[in-house]
C-alpha cells in the first residue's frame, strides 16, 4: 500500500471554496452552521485499500491536524464513496475537518484511479462493507462512521446498509439512485434515456475538465480515449438511431460500459438483474441495515419517486432507527437553490447542505443534543401561492412554503378522481359514455421533452419545470407551437379553478386504452396552466410531474406480456409526486400521449425485444372515456383548513 505524506491545508475561503459556500448560504436558515474549530485538515491521498477479492480502491483520507501533521486521537468519519472522482471531495473536507471530522472519499471500483471493472453498484455492497470495515481498524477512528452523498453517491450509501457495513451510524442519502428497475432506469418499462448519456458520457465528465481522465480508465486501448471523448460529444446523434448494438457504435472501445447500457436496454423484466442490482432498497428491506437516515430529495429530482414513494416509507415501516424525510422544490442535486427550470420559488427554498449534514451527523456520531431527533420526521416544501411575476432571470415566480408533517403520504390526503372527458374536460364529476378518442403514435415523430424529473441530461433535455411550448433553442422543436396543439397530445383541463386549491402526494393516473399495435407505450403529464399576465402575455403551461408505461408491462414490472391489437385494457401511470397549490383561475391539465422523446426511449410499436428492433410503424392508439372503461387521474387534494 503506497502511502503519501500528510499535507496540511489550512482553511481559508478561497474563491472555491467561498463560491460552494456562497451557494449553500443559511439564508436565515434554523440549519446555519456551527463555527469551525481551530483544526487544520491534513490528506493522505491515494492509499489503495484492498477488497476481499484482491482489488484496490483509491481513498483520500482527511484528517484533523495541528501544526502541519495529523492530530492525535480518534475522531468519527464521514464517508462519500463515488463514481465521480474522489479528489472533489476537497472542498468538503475543508468544512467538516476543522469540526472533528476524518473526511474520506473514495473512487468506487472501476472508476479514476481504483482498481477493477466498473458495473454500476453491483459491487458497491461488498466493496462498502470491506472500506468501513477497514475505516473502523484504523487508530484515528472512533468507531462512528456517517456516510453522505448525492444521485449515485446515494446509492452507495444504500449498498452499505443492504451489506450491513460494519461503524455506519447515520446516512444522508440525498436523491439517492434505488430501485432503479422500477423507476430511473428502467421507467415502467420505459428505458431512461439520461442513463444512455451517462455511458456514452462516461459519467457526465463533459465540461468538467476529466473527459480525457474518465476516457483513458474506461478505454481498453490506451489509444482509444480520444474516441471516445468524441462519441460523448454527440450523444444526440446516437440517441436518434438506436437501438444500441454491441460493437457498432465507439462505444466498443470502453466494453464495461457497453455491455452494462445493451443489457440494461434489453432488460425489460424485473428480475434479479434489477432486485440485485446493489441499491434496490424495497427488495432488500430485512438486510438493510437499521440505521438513523435522512432521505432528501426534491419534486423535479429525477430519483423522487423512489426516495419518497418507496424507501422513506417502507424504511420507516419496517426500522426502529429515526428516518427522517425532506422534499424541496429542487431538481436532481441542487438544494442550494431557490428555483428549478423556469420556476423560481421563496429564497428560503434553498438549503444549506453543509450545516444541514452537520447537524445529523453532529447528533448520531457526536451525541451533541441539538434536537435533530425531536423535529417532525417528514418537511415539505409546498409550490404556489407567487402572483407569477416573470424575474429579472426570466422565470415564472411560483412561490411557496415550507411545512412541517408527520407521515408520507399525508393521511389526511382527499383522493379524489378527476375524470377525462370528451371536449378536453378534466372534472371529479363521473364519466358519462363519451365516445372513445383515437390518434396516430408515429416513432420517427416523437412528442419532446420539455422539462421534468431528468439528471445526467447533458445537451438531451432541459431539467425542472419549463412552459410547454416549443422553442427554435431546442434540438428536437422544429417550430415554436405549444405541444398541447400537437395531434398525437390529447389535452384535458379543468375550467379555471374559483379557489386555490393544494395537491399533494402521488400521483395515479388510471387510463383504459388500446392499440392496434402489439406494443406501444402511454405518457401522462400533469400541467398547471398560468393566465395571462404582464409578463407572460400568453400565459404559462408549466409541467407538475409526469410518467410512461410500456404496454407490455401493464400488469407491473414482472414479465412483459403483449397485446391484443383492438382490446382495451385498464393502464396505471404513477407520476413523480408532488406539493403544489394550484391557484384561483388556474387549470389543472392532463396531457395524454404515447411518447416523451429524450426523457424515454421511443417504443417502435412493433412488440420486438427490446433494444433489438429492426422495424418500426405507427399505432392508432385509441383512449376510453365512458363508464365501462372510466379514465382519469386521482389527485391526492389537501382539505383546506
Keep these: 500500500m503506497k502511502h503519501f505524506a500528510h499535507i496540511p491545508i489550512r482553511l481559508a475561503f478561497g474563491n472555491c471554496l467561498l463560491f460552494v459556500l456562497l451557494l449553500t448560504s443559511a439564508r436565515s436558515s434554523p440549519l446555519s452552521a456551527q463555527n469551525a474549530s481551530s483544526y487544520e485538515v491534513t490528506v493522505a491521498k491515494n492509499e489503495m485499500v484492498a477488497m476481499r477479492d484482491g482489488i484496490r480502491l483509491a481513498t483520500d483520507i482527511y484528517r484533523p491536524g495541528r501544526n502541519g501533521s495529523a492530530a492525535e486521537g480518534k475522531f468519527p468519519v464521514i464517508l462519500e464513496r463515488t463514481p465521480y472522482n474522489k479528489d472533489s471531495m476537497s472542498v468538503a473536507a475543508n ?3 476543522p469540526r472533528g471530522y476524518v473526511v474520506i472519499s473514495q473512487d468506487v471500483r472501476g472508476r479514476y484511479k481504483s482498481e477493477g471493472h466498473w458495473f454500476p453498484i453491483r459491487d458497491d455492497p461488498n466493496d462498502g462493507f470491506d472500506t468501513a470495515k477497514w475505516i473502523g481498524s484504523q487508530p484515528w477512528c472512533d468507531g462512528n462512521i456517517g456516510t453522505m452523498g448525492s444521485s449515485y453517491d446515494g446509492a452507495t450509501q444504500h449498498a452499505l446498509a443492504i451489506a450491513n457495513a460494519p461503524y455506519v451510524k447515520a446516512m444522508v442519502p440525498r436523491n439517492a439512485m434505488s430501485d432503479f428497475g422500477r423507476y430511473g432506469v428502467r421507467h415502467n418499462g420505459a428505458f431512461e434515456l439520461r442513463f444512455f448519456n451517462w ?7 463533459s465540461l468538467t475538465g476529466l473527459e480525457k481522465a474518465a476516457a483513458e480508465r474506461a478505454a481498453v486501448d490506451e489509444f482509444a480515449a480520444p474516441a471516445l471523448v468524441e462519441m460523448g460529444a454527440h450523444v444526440r446523434d446516437y440517441v436518434r438511431t438506436l437501438p444500441l448494438r454491441s460493437g457498432t457504435t465507439p462505444l466498443k472501445l470502453a466494453p464495461d460500459y457497453e455491455a452494462w447500457l445493451i443489457e440494461a436496454m434489453s432488460h425489460g423484466d424485473y428480475d434479479e438483474f434489477w432486485k440485485n442490482a446493489g441499491s434496490s432498497v424495497v427488495d432488500h428491506l430485512a438486510e438493510y441495515k437499521d440505521v438513523p437516515e435522512y432521505h432528501t430529495t426534491g419534486w423535479y429530482d429525477s430519483w423522487g419517486m423512489s426516495v419518497a414513494n418507496l424507501n422513506f416509507p417502507e424504511l420507516r415501516r419496517t426500522k426502529k432507527s429515526l428516518q427522517r424525510l425532506i422534499i424541496g422544490p429542487w431538481i436532481h442535486s441542487s438544494e442550494n437553490r431557490n428555483y428549478a427550470g423556469e420556476a423560481q420559488f421563496t429564497e428560503d427554498a434553498a438549503l ?7 447537524r445529523w451527523f453532529d447528533h448520531w456520531l457526536k451525541g451533541i443534543e441539538n434536537g435533530v431527533d425531536h423535529e417532525p420526521p417528514v418537511r415539505i416544501y409546498v409550490m404556489g401561492g407567487g402572483d407569477g411575476h416573470k424575474t429579472p432571470e426570466g422565470r415564472v415566480f411560483v412561490g411557496g412554503h415550507w411545512r412541517d408533517e408527520q407521515e408520507w403520504p399525508l393521511a389526511r390526503t382527499h383522493p379524489t378522481p378527476y375524470y377525462l372527458h ?8 363521473k364519466t ?8 396516430l403514435f408515429d416513432p420517427h415523430n416523437p ?11 447533458g ?3 432541459f431539467q425542472g419545470a419549463a412552459d410547454q411550448q416549443c422553442r427554435p433553442d431546442f434540438w428536437l422543436c422544429a417550430d415554436s407551437r405549444p405541444l398541447s396543439s400537437r395531434n398525437d397530445v390529447l389535452v384535458f383541463q379543468t375550467p379555471p379553478l374559483k379557489n386555490d386549491l393544494e395537491v399533494t402526494g402521488r400521483l395515479v393516473v388510471k387510463l383504459w386504452a388500446s392499440s392496434n399495435a402489439l406494443d406501444t407505450d402511454f405518457t401522462a403529464k400533469l400541467v398547471d396552466v398560468y393566465p395571462p399576465n404582464s409578463g407572460f402575455p400568453g400565459g404559462l403551461d408549466l409541467n407538475i410531474a409526469d410518467s410512461i408505461v410500456r404496454a407490455r408491462y401493464r400488469k407491473g414490472p414482472g414479465k412483459g406480456e403483449l397485446l391484443s391489437p383492438g382490446q382495451p385494457y385498464e393502464f396505471t401511470i404513477e407520476m413523480y409526486p408532488t406539493s403544489i397549490v394550484f391557484q384561483r383561475w388556474h387549470r389543472i391539465r392532463l396531457d395524454i400521449s404515447s411518447s416523451n422523446f429524450p426523457r424515454f426511449d421511443v417504443n417502435p410499436n412493433t412488440g420486438e425485444p427490446l433494444n433489438n428492433n429492426r422495424r418500426w410503424q405507427i399505432a392508432e392508439n385509441t ?7 372510466p379514465s382519469y387521474i386521482v389527485l391526492p387534494i389537501i382539505p383546506a383548513k
Aim: proline residues 9%.
Design 95 to 97: 468544512y467538516y475537518v
Design 199 to 205: 455511458v456514452l458520457t462516461l459519467g457526465n465528465p
Design 352 to 358: 444549506d447542505l453543509p450545516a444541514f449534514h452537520l
Design 422 to 429: 370528451a371536449q378536453g374536460l378534466l372534472s371529479p364529476e
Design 432 to 439: 358519462t359514455n363519451d365516445s372513445p378518442i383515437h390518434y
Design 447 to 457: 412528442v419532446p421533452t420539455l422539462g421534468g424529473n431528468v439528471s445526467s441530461q
Design 459 to 461: 445537451a438531451l433535455m
Design 623 to 629: 383512449i376510453y372515456l365512458d363508464t365501462k372503461h
